[in-house]
């Protein structure tokens, strides 16, 4: 997971104590693993528990996302424009026409698009070989997981589209926008539907509170999270080391875990021709517990860990890191062939971040979700 850029001095200074920002990241997830011993990949959507597995020299995966069930249902803010994620036609059909809202009160605007024709290469999940075929798996236009060898499928696909829609709600409520899917022939094979939720307040978690203190902050009264403004005059922050950790979900959505993790700071090897201490943000962890550090554990390398998640309960007291993540990059060095040769960096971070992961699931669309945040403690 990426890191954010070091803040400026100034910047922290006017941070005080502490910050909690936007999620660093928002996705739903299929599972990875893999496992050295066999060289055998497995896929696991975690919400319908299928299953894709294959040896290394007999698969491929190409693109997890189209192993999810079609997203169905989106939320916008009302009284604003918002975009929601492109729209994807599938290998068996060309294009999608027609876009229509359900109600005057929700403005549909196609704000860019791409269609191609007899050029291209069609989308699939991921490829494998069964009973010595090797067959491409894809979604078709109603979302169900086909199959086909690449020659059928390459015949089969006759173009591509995708769609950015925006939406401007004037009230609450929920709205339909219908389409149709076109094949080749100009035909419409399928009538197509999503669903769109218009309400204040958008963001799958409300609120997360840190010893009595919302920390998810929304000061522009728009109902999402503000970008990290460290010059800002308002906001919540706090010297306090540990306090109760509060995290609420919004309506549409249940919360099913919390875990934490603090900053990596390890042991690296010393330059080459030199000897000493030196730190790296990473370290090899046995995630599985079979006695080695050579596998894929739920989509984390054994081999590079940066976080070590621990699952917390909700409502309960949390103590914040004090682990700087500047640390990672202190070293002490000496030179083996010469010891007047010396290489020495030491940071004094005023950072602790601890990372806060947040897994919940989204019940309009049956999926499960994680959002990972950052609360930081500021040394004094």
Same mark, same amino acid.
């Given at each position: 997971?990426?890191?954010?850029?070091?803040?400026?001095?100034? @910047? =922290?200074?006017?941070?005080?104590?502490?910050?909690?920002?936007?999620?660093? $990241?928002?996705?739903?997830?299929?599972?990875?693993? *893999?496992?050295?011993?066999?060289?055998?990949?497995?896929?696991?959507?975690?919400?319908?528990?299928?299953?894709?597995?294959?040896? @290394?020299?007999?698969?491929?995966?190409?693109?997890?996302?189209?192993?999810?069930?079609?997203? !169905?249902?989106?939320?916008?803010?009302?009284?604003?424009? &918002?975009?929601?994620?492109?729209?994807?036609?599938? /290998?068996?059909?060309?294009?999608?026409?027609?876009?229509?809202? $359900?109600?005057?009160?929700?403005?549909?605007?196609?704000?860019?698009?791409?269609?191609?024709?007899?050029?291209?290469? /069609?989308?699939?999940?991921?490829?494998?070989?069964?009973?010595?075929?090797?067959?491409?798996?894809?979604?078709? #236009?109603?979302?169900?997981?086909?199959?086909?060898?690449?020659?059928?499928?390459?015949? &089969?696909?006759?173009?591509?589209?995708? *769609?950015?829609?925006?939406? *401007?709600?004037?009230?609450?409520?929920?709205? !339909?926008?219908?389409?149709?899917?076109?094949?080749?022939?100009?035909?419409?094979?399928?009538?197509?539907?999503?669903?769109?939720?218009?309400?204040?307040?958008?963001?799958?978690?409300?609120?997360?509170?840190?010893?009595?203190?919302?920390?998810?902050?929304?000061?522009?009264?728009?109902?999402?999270?503000?970008?990290?403004?460290?010059?800002?005059?308002?906001?919540?922050?706090?010297?306090?080391?540990?306090?109760?950790?509060?995290?609420?979900?919004?309506?549409?959505?249940?919360?099913?875990?919390?875990?934490? %993790?603090?900053?990596?700071?390890?042991?690296? !090897? /010393?330059?080459?021709?030199?000897?000493?201490?030196?730190?790296?943000?990473?370290?090899?962890?046995?995630?599985?517990?079979?006695?080695?550090?050579?596998?894929? #554990?739920?989509?984390?390398?054994?081999?590079?860990?940066?976080?070590?998640?621990?699952?917390?309960?909700?409502?309960?007291? =949390?103590?914040?890191?004090?682990? %700087?993540?500047?640390?990672?990059?202190?070293?002490?060095?000496?030179?083996?062939?010469?010891? $007047?040769?010396?290489?020495?960096?030491?940071?004094?971070?005023?950072?602790? /971040?601890?990372?806060?992961?947040?897994?919940?699931?989204?019940?309009?669309?049956?999926?499960?979700?994680?959002?990972?945040?950052?609360?930081? =403690?500021?040394?004094?």
């Amino acid at each position: 997971m990426g890191k954010f850029s070091r803040m400026g001095a100034a @910047a =922290l200074v006017a941070a005080l104590s502490f910050s909690m920002v936007a999620p660093i $990241s928002a996705n739903a997830e299929i599972m990875k693993n *893999y496992d050295a011993a066999t060289d055998t990949y497995t896929y696991c959507n975690e919400d319908t528990n299928e299953v894709v597995t294959f040896k @290394a020299d007999e698969g491929k995966m190409e693109d997890t996302s189209l192993l999810y069930n079609e997203k !169905k249902v989106y939320y916008v803010n009302v009284g604003q424009y &918002m975009e929601i994620p492109s729209i994807y036609t599938t /290998p068996d059909v060309v294009k999608f026409t027609g876009f229509k809202s $359900s109600s005057k009160n929700l403005k549909l605007r196609m704000y860019d698009s791409f269609e191609a024709t007899n050029t291209g290469s /069609p989308k699939y999940a991921y490829y494998k070989k069964v009973d010595g075929k090797k067959l491409y798996f894809y979604r078709d #236009v109603n979302g169900n997981m086909q199959s086909a060898e690449w020659d059928a499928l390459k015949e &089969m696909y006759k173009g591509s589209g995708w *769609y950015r829609l925006q939406f *401007y709600a004037k009230k609450p409520g929920k709205y !339909k926008v219908n389409f149709n899917a076109v094949n080749a022939q100009g035909a419409v094979v399928a009538n197509k539907s999503i669903t769109i939720i218009a309400k204040a307040d958008t963001r799958a978690i409300k609120s997360i509170t840190f010893a009595g203190k919302n920390v998810l902050k929304d000061t522009d009264g728009d109902g999402r999270d503000d970008y990290r403004n460290y010059y800002a005059k308002t906001g919540n922050y706090t010297t306090k080391k540990k306090g109760k950790l509060v995290v609420t979900a919004n309506k549409g959505y249940k919360i099913k875990k919390l875990e934490i %993790s603090s900053a990596v700071v390890a042991a690296d !090897k /010393p330059d080459d021709g030199w000897e000493g201490t030196k730190n790296k943000g990473t370290e090899e962890v046995d995630l599985n517990g079979n006695g080695r550090t050579d596998d894929v #554990v739920n989509g984390q390398s054994e081999k590079s860990v940066n976080r070590v998640w621990k699952t917390i309960k909700n409502k309960k007291t =949390l103590k914040l890191s004090t682990t %700087s993540e500047d640390a990672e990059v202190d070293y002490s060095l000496v030179n083996k062939k010469d010891n $007047s040769k010396t290489k020495v960096r030491k940071t004094n971070g005023i950072i602790h /971040p601890t990372f806060l992961r947040v897994t919940y699931y989204d019940t309009k669309n049956k999926r499960t979700v994680r959002e990972v945040y950052e609360l930081w =403690l500021l040394k004094k």
